[in-house]
């Protein structure tokens, strides 16, 4: 009888060597006569112990972590092949890792357990249960029934999904579309990648219902090119899908079309702005467009699009599995379900925690991450992408909510977290949000295109200590302009991480607190 050997076949494991591993466990095996099943499993997300090898035994999966290719003789030296756990990198069963045990995975819950490539082990996990429930009830009751759940979009803006798709089910159109922006582009986020390549039926299922729920019969995955293996890995799946009957002129035999196709971007960051990603797809320039109208009612090719991200319409097969009350029963205020946290940076731990809503950042950040990886203490954390603010460890155990968040003048984002300790220059960081929007703006709009540069010329100056006082009050006074009269989030949101960095380290600015607030 073979033993079952999982090697995850994700970006950060191949990175690591997984491939290098799986080869070598291969060779090992047939020299000691050890008959072996290789499983390439997408990651559970641990991606400090990638590569995490598993061998399936009696009790459970048992975990190897970090293995190196040139580590593989003696772990099998040592028994891992039966599971013994006596060598070094052993972690004991994967399940009851704590960083892996304290979680609460709805969206990921198949990530790393399966392979995710087989359509097989998709359904013998639950997959498209909730396409089938969708194909009984109709497009008003699926919208319904998101709309109960609380899903609110997980690129960002937090919309709730529900009403996007009903606005799309009573628009009037010759054709609808279903666009999935996977152009995730925000500094340490990984999670929709995870999703890609790690469970892509899940987008595929979720997409198809979206397009069930509002009269869709064509659907777009726009990944940017940076993402090779999720691109492979999603044509892979839609063409298993469409050769199943999942896909295609007659979904499941119910006699409704999907049409799901991926279109790969250039990795312009302001192309993950809804709008300009529109444009990408038609085959435009990444510029965007002015609101209204709303891309629900004239969005691509000017019809009637649901435009949601990844995670987004990832969390459609189990909402409509298992019903909008499960995952309604997860959460905090107006913020129900989990949230796929990313955490990255200067973090002993880093990699993808699912939680409910509710958790504070310095239970992730000491619970979860370890603490910082150089052991300094911690100084600032960004929240939300390189557009996201800064936050002190006074504000650390605010509860990860969209509206608390939007208390403090900060944003969750994609939850994307990233660390910094205390050797950081948040200055030199702040000048780094307007160099980022200079250079990927659109510059459609004078605000993000002219303001953004002037920003990084007033930063320089007030670092070199040239008038400071006055250059402080102009670089308020230039991000109130970019805050409020930019075209799109863009330019918009870049006075997040600057004033932020402002308020809360002035002396990193060469001022007292009284002075920069002063200003």
Not at 253 to 262: K, Y
Not at 389 to 408: C, G, I, M, R, V
Not at 443 to 454: L, N, V, Y
Request: with cysteine; net charge negative.
């Amino acid at each position: 009888m073979s033993v079952r050997i999982y090697v995850p076949a994700d970006s950060a494991a191949l990175a690591l060597g997984a491939d290098d591993v799986a080869s070598a466990i291969a060779r090992e095996a047939a020299l000691r006569g050890v008959a072996i099943e290789l499983i390439r499993n997408g990651t559970r997300g641990l991606l400090y112990l990638e590569p995490l090898v598993e061998v399936e035994t009696a009790a459970g999966r048992v975990g190897f972590g970090n293995v190196d290719e040139s580590d593989v003789a003696a772990l099998f030296d040592a028994g891992f092949q039966n599971g013994e756990a006596t060598h070094p990198l052993s972690l004991g069963l994967a399940d009851q890792i704590p960083y892996l045990a304290r979680q609460t995975r709805l969206t990921f819950a198949r990530s790393g357990i399966t392979d995710p490539l087989s359509l097989a082990d998709y359904q013998a996990h639950g997959g498209y249960r909730g396409l089938q429930k969708a194909l009984t009830m109709t497009p008003a009751d699926i919208v319904a029934t998101v709309t109960a759940s609380g899903l609110r979009g997980r690129g960002g803006a937090a919309f709730p999904t529900g009403i996007k798709w009903n606005t799309v089910l009573r628009a009037q159109g010759s054709q609808k579309y279903i666009v999935c922006n996977a152009d995730e582009g925000d500094s340490g986020t990984f999670a929709d990648r995870i999703v890609m390549e790690s469970d892509p039926f899940v987008l595929i299922e979720g997409m198809t219902i979206a397009g069930l729920a509002v009269g869709a019969t064509h659907g777009f995955i726009y990944v940017r090119s940076e993402y090779p293996h999720s691109i492979a890995a999603l044509n892979h799946a839609i063409g298993t899908a469409t050769r199943a009957g999942l896909l295609g002129l007659d979904v499941a035999g119910s006699g409704r079309a999907f049409i799901l196709e991926v279109r790969k971007g250039a990795g312009a960051y302001i192309c993950g702005e809804e709008t300009a990603l529109l444009e990408s797809i038609e085959g435009k320039r990444g510029v965007v467009r002015a609101k209204p109208p709303l891309p629900a009612l004239a969005g691509l090719f000017g019809q009637p699009t649901v435009i949601n991200n990844v995670l987004s319409l990832a969390s459609v097969p189990i909402i409509l599995d298992k019903g909008a009350q499960f995952y309604q029963d997860f959460g905090m205020g107006r913020s129900r379900g989990t949230l796929p946290v990313q955490l990255a940076g200067n973090i002993k731990n880093g990699g993808l925690i699912e939680l409910a809503f509710g958790a504070t950042l310095r239970e992730i950040l000491y619970d979860y991450g370890g603490g910082s990886a150089s052991g300094r203490p911690i100084k600032a954390v960004q929240v939300g992408g390189p557009l996201g603010a800064y936050l002190p460890e006074s504000q650390w155990d605010t509860p990860l909510d969209y509206e608390a968040f939007a208390s403090l003048w900060a944003v969750l984002g994609h939850g994307g977290i990233v660390v910094h300790d205390d050797s950081a220059d948040m200055a030199k960081l702040a000048r780094y949000a307007m160099e980022f929007c200079a250079v990927e703006s659109c510059g459609k709009c004078t605000p993000c295109r002219i303001g953004s540069t002037r920003g990084v010329e007033v930063i320089d100056k007030i670092r070199q200590g040239t008038e400071r006082p006055q250059q402080v009050i102009l670089l308020r006074s230039l991000c109130d302009t970019m805050l409020n009269g930019s075209l799109c989030a863009m330019g918009g949101m870049t006075p997040y991480p600057v004033l932020s960095a402002l308020n809360h380290y002035p002396e990193d600015f060469g001022q007292s607190a009284v002075d920069t607030r002063a200003a």
